[in-house]
């Protein structure tokens, strides 16, 4: 039997490597496990390059970003 939203995926040998499991029907049942694992499932609504150009100035002196930059 298998349920709904669970797909396990199998190697050329046939040996089962990966489960593909739909977050939308199982996602609050894992998100224990995935935050003992370090994984965040929750999506930042920032962006990724604005984040990671703030994250990078961390602890130098201050420095101006021009706001053109932030959208290229």
Known sequence: MQ???????????????FARIDLNKYGSELKEF?????????????????VKKIKSQEGLPSVKIKTEDLWK
Do not use: L, M
Not at 34 to 40: P, T, V
């Open 3 to 17: 349920a709904t939203g669970i797909f396990i995926e199998h190697n050329a040998n046939g040996t089962p490597t």
């Open 34 to 50: 995935f935050s003992a694992k370090g994984i965040s499932v929750e999506k930042s609504c920032y962006n990724p390059n604005f």
